[in-house]
């Protein structure tokens, strides 16, 4: 059975949210504690949304810091998969494992929405399931979710295809609508949407399976 | 010119009489310390003096109510091995000084009653009341008090699933925060906020004591308080009256606590909130008939030089009190480290004093030292439970009848109904975007419908096919004309909203915002509204299992109209798929359930109700609260959409119950959110277009003669409105609108009124 | 003519202050060890227009204290900011 990882700093609060996401696919989820320095057994590891350390300073800012984040590093560079939601995307842009930046939303409000993305590549360990221009409804949830880089660094993304999903009709004012984003191998994936929101219609949507579906299946693909 | 400076217990808000009642207990002069302890403990807002003798009319057994009021909340068996927590509190003065802190802390506070109660906190909802918008003060207010329950709310990992909000100026100088919140426990591992053990230890969890929230005694400063405690020593400007909320640190509290509930390490366990530690010691020793010895010492500060008095009064935020046995210390401290909560052993449980008369009585004992010089030491059971209570004169406002005869039913309607309705609409999406809704996966209908459902599940909780749904409702308007009435109908109003999600009411809680008790037709207004809200209770048979008091809600002399909120709590039996909701479609007929003319004398009484409000009407009459008649259409309704929700097939395809803004503004919400229009028949005039009566309901079917059958053999009535279709909202000769102008025009209300456009 | 002015605002002494904390807590996993005291506030740099600098100072305050800050919880601060600050 594929076991995944979701890890858990103090502060976060979708960490059972994410396990259940993963687990409704077969997949078993086990909470890693931020004090963590061993992954082995994983098969994929999940940094789930929250506040991290409260966000103080800057969301991510502190959560980088944690011990779990050298053994995070040492499995993304090991081309196993990692996914960050949400604040698990702002944490992997702070350490430095996906490019770019999360700033505060344009209207400066936290914004709670429906939001419809559309899968712009299908080489990552998120969207591998997915087919390129598939529409799909999943919730947002963040305050500082506006995805931003310099104009170097959305060259390259552009050019290598890591801009894995963008939003439709763009909430926050991130650059060129970009919602999630891949490292260049594609094992190392960033969504501020919440996938694992997005599981059932009794709850408004079922969009997110596809993705969470590919997330679940990767590590088979790696290995 | 100088005057005799005021008795200290004066200055500390006791009366002379409550001097008195003091000295009995004790038989001796009271210290300083001691004085300063009761008067937190015997204030309005800790005791309840004034109201108490009142709220005990209301009805507050029913068989699945596990605890009543008078706990940190009440909690109701819900069935499958789950037990809900709910309660509701007010956070009206602080939010009025700075409006971010206020509501942050509001929620805060009312999370640590429920888990207080072993319940994971499920979700929040936050009725709110705000002077007009036209006002800039105002829109400041607004915004920062969404943006604190949102900072706070969302950060610490609780979704705010709904509220209510209300603009009128009575609230100008003094706007109203209500906050509820409802978690689920296993139903075994109910715990409560007792003492006992002898020889046990009260652990204080949490934030460092600083002198948060001590504005109130700091009259302490001025009134002579100096010499001993050297309190007059300290600069006012440390003295914050307001308390900072740190919802990171709350976090990590919630699930320190939650873990030493799971490994049975705790005996007994209360929150500090108002008053802080005193209360928190006091109520629990009170509880378990115990003495507890407190060392001040041992309480870690935040701040330097503090006293005494500001250490057993600090209302500092994100503190627990925890009592353990010595045994368990260790784990208990291992399992706080692991979540970064300071833990700290402030005191002991000790055994009651037995006095001559060979009764006991448990004393609170504040030490410097646990070996140390007492420095005040009474019963903690006086603390607690016995300050005075009062029967406050009360009257009838003598300007009553000339409001009432002053009936906006009997006037002439002057200008469009069509422009009358636009400006009836608002969509409250600004608002409860900045709330995350869905943590824990939970949430089927979320915030801006009738009611929220939530599926009756979370960490730790046995598995569930049940649903609850909760509704918060006031209407202030109605409590003005007739307090009596205008409550008993709220909560049918709240009952109804459950009803538009398949739910059945189990309990009540309420949080009865209130002016100055001293005037007797404020007073007269809250005996009202308690005896509206008995009549109704009774007449629904719904128990009240909480609430919370907020008085002195005036400013410069003038009360706010008197606003009872109410949260009800209902269960659906079977939740696998959602409601209907709103969502009709093309061709459906579009019936009115319920029935169609008041019960009184007035068919459709405009009295109270927004329509009139908006044009400066604010007298006439309201109609009667009748039990049989609302709980015929509630109960057919609620059932009809349970039905939905257990996944029975169903002709009925849309709900929506009738409220603010009346038949007219339902019909146009309906429109608003789906985009398409509705042809409806002639009503009779303005009055039934506006009219805000409940127990009816807009709902839509693809079957109008199976439904009619329904609700003929339920004995509710049923009338045709019309049919679902087309690009306007037609009502008879009197309104028509392009669903577009609807749309437009309710979406932006609020950000135009909040200048954000 | 116009001045810069650097606005901070931080929170009056006794006021908790849970950003500062968290902060002052993360360091010492850092290795920042004998760090205490930490606060944290917000910097506002502005042009004001006025005729002398005292009288821009006087502006940027009374700003301050109506808008950038709630004086219930609240210091501002204004000084004037260095060339290129």
């Known amino acids: ?223 | 010119m100088s005057s005799a400076p005021e008795p200290l217990h004066r200055a500390l808000g006791l009366t002379d009489a409550e001097l008195g009642d003091i000295r009995n207990v004790l038989g001796r002069e009271p210290n300083h310390l001691e004085l300063a302890l009761y008067g937190v403990m015997w204030s309005e807002h800790c005791s309840y003096k004034s109201s108490r003798m009142h709220l005990r009319r209301l009805p507050t057994e029913a068989p699945h109510v596990l605890v009543g009021p008078g706990e940190n909340a009440g909690v109701i068996d819900a069935g499958d091995g789950i037990a809900v927590a709910i309660r509701i509190e007010s956070h009206n003065h602080p939010s009025a000084i700075e409006p971010y802190q206020g509501a942050a802390t509001g929620v805060g506070g009312i999370l640590r009653d429920v888990f207080t109660m072993g319940a994971r906190p499920l979700c929040v909802m936050d009725p709110l009341f705000f002077g007009e918008l036209t006002d800039a003060r105002q829109r400041w207010l607004v915004e920062g008090v969404v943006s604190g329950i949102s900072g706070y709310g969302n950060s610490v990992g609780v979704p705010t699933i709904g509220g209510e909000l209300t603009f009128d100026d009575c609230y100008a100088s003094n706007p109203l925060v209500n906050v509820l919140c409802a978690g689920a426990l296993p139903t075994e591992r109910l715990v409560l906020g007792v003492a006992s053990g002898v020889g046990n230890l009260a652990v204080l969890l949490g934030s460092s004591t600083g002198r948060d929230g001590i504005g109130g005694v700091s009259v302490l400063a001025s009134a002579g308080f100096a010499g001993d405690d050297g309190a007059a020593s300290l600069d006012d400007a440390k003295r914050p009256s307001v308390q900072v909320g740190d919802p990171y640190e709350e976090k990590r509290l919630i699930e320190a606590c939650l873990a030493l509930l799971d490994g049975g390490y705790v005996v007994g366990i209360q929150d500090l909130g108002g008053a802080g530690i005193v209360c928190a010691t006091s109520e629990t020793a009170a509880r378990g008939g115990v003495g507890m010895d407190v060392d001040v010492t041992a309480i870690p500060l935040r701040e330097p030089r503090m006293v005494p008095y500001e250490i057993m009064t600090s209302e500092s935020q994100e503190r627990m009190l925890a009592i353990i046995t010595p045994e368990n210390w260790p784990a208990v401290a291992a399992l706080c480290a692991k979540w970064e909560v300071r833990a700290s052993v402030v005191g002991h449980v000790v055994e009651p004093v037995v006095r001559q008369d060979g009764t006991s009585v448990g004393m609170l004992r504040v030490r410097d030292g646990f070996d140390g010089e007492v420095l005040a030491e009474v019963p903690a059971k006086s603390l607690a439970d016995e300050a005075p209570l009062y029967d406050r004169p009360r009257r009838r406002p003598a300007d009553l009848d000339a409001i009432r005869a002053d009936d906006p039913t009997d006037d002439e309607p002057v200008g469009s109904p069509n422009d009358d309705l636009l400006a009836l609409l608002v969509d409250p999406a600004w608002v409860y975007r900045q709330y995350d809704s869905q943590l824990f996966l939970n949430t089927v209908v979320g915030p801006g419908r009738d009611a929220a459902l939530l599926r009756l599940a979370g960490p730790g909780l046995p598995h569930s096919e049940r649903g609850i749904a909760i509704s918060t409702d006031s209407n202030p308007r109605w409590c003005a004309l007739d307090p009596r009435a205008g409550t008993a109908l709220t909560v049918a109003e709240s009952a109804a909203n459950l009803a538009c999600v398949g739910a059945t009411a189990k309990a009540v809680v309420n949080c009865l915002n209130f002016g100055n008790p001293e005037h007797p037709e404020v007073m007269w207004q809250l005996s009202e509204s308690i005896d509206g809200m008995a009549e109704a209770c009774n007449g629904l048979g719904l128990p009240v299992i909480g609430g919370n008091v907020s008085l002195y809600n005036e400013s410069g002399g003038s009360d706010i109209d008197p606003t009872p909120v109410v949260g009800l709590l209902g269960v659906v039996d079977s939740l696998v798929a959602p409601p209907p909701g709103w969502n009709w479609r093309e061709g459906d007929a579009v019936v009115l359930v319920g029935t169609r003319r008041a019960v009184g004398d007035q068919a459709h009484p405009l009295g109270g109700t927004r329509w009139a409000t908006g044009r400066g009407r604010r007298g006439g009459r309201v109609p009667r609260f009748d039990a049989v008649t609302l709980a015929g259409a509630i109960d057919f309704v609620a059932a009809e959409i349970a039905r939905v929700c257990a996944g029975g097939t169903s002709d009925v395809t849309a709900v929506h119950d009738v409220s603010g803004g009346g038949l007219a503004a339902a019909l146009a919400e309906m429109v608003a959110v789906t985009g398409v229009g509705v042809d409806v028949v002639e009503l009779t005039g303005h009055g039934e277009l506006f009219s805000e009566f409940p127990g009816r309901f807009v709902m839509a079917t693809s079957d109008v003669e199976a439904f009619s059958v329904r609700a003929g053999a339920a004995g509710v009535p049923v009338a045709s409105l019309g049919v679902v279709g087309g690009g306007r909202l037609r009502i008879g000769t009197m309104v028509d609108l392009a669903v577009g102008d609807i749309t437009v025009r309710r979406r932006g209300a609020l950000e135009v009124a909040l200048a954000l456009d | ?85």
């Open chain 3, 1 to 85: 003519m116009n001045y810069r002015v650097i606005v901070e605002v931080t929170l009056r002494e006794g006021i908790a202050d849970p950003e500062g904390a968290t902060i002052e807590r993360a360091l010492p996993a850092l290795g920042f060890t004998g760090v205490t005291n930490v606060h944290a506030g917000k910097s506002f740099r502005l042009d004001v227009e006025a005729t002398d600098e005292s009288a821009a100072l006087e502006r940027a305050t009374a700003l301050a204290e109506r808008l950038l800050s709630n004086p219930v919880i609240e210091n501002a601060t204004a000084r004037l900011g260095k060339a290129g600050e």
């Open chain 1, 1 to 223: 059975m594929t076991r995944i990882g979701v890890v858990v700093f103090p502060g976060s609060n979708c960490e059972y949210d994410a396990a259940s996401g993963v687990t409704q696919l077969g997949a078993q989820a086990e909470f890693v504690w931020h004090s963590s320095t061993d992954l082995s057994g994983f098969d994929g590891i999940i940094l789930p949304g929250g506040f991290a350390h409260g966000d103080y300073l800057r969301p991510g800012a502190l959560a980088r810091f944690s011990p779990v984040m050298e053994a995070v590093g040492r499995f993304a560079a090991d081309g196993r998969p990692v996914l960050g939601i949400c604040n698990g995307f702002q944490v992997l842009t702070e350490a430095g494992l996906l490019p770019g930046a999360l700033q505060k939303n344009r209207g400066l409000t936290f914004l709670c929405q429906p939001t419809t993305l559309i899968v712009e590549s299908t080489n990552s360990v998120l969207t591998s399931a997915a087919t390129v221009g598939q529409e799909l409804v999943i919730p947002i949830n963040h305050f500082s979710g506006a995805y931003t880089c310099d104009d170097a660094t959305l060259h390259q993304l552009e050019a290598n295809g890591q801009v894995v999903l963008r939003y439709k009709d763009n909430p926050n004012g991130s650059r060129d609508d970009i919602a999630g984003v891949a490292n260049v191998a594609g094992n190392v994936v960033g969504l501020m949407p919440h996938p694992e929101r997005a599981m059932s219609t009794l709850l408004g949507s079922a969009d997110g399976r596809v993705l969470l579906e590919g997330f679940v299946g990767a590590y088979v693909a790696v290995r």
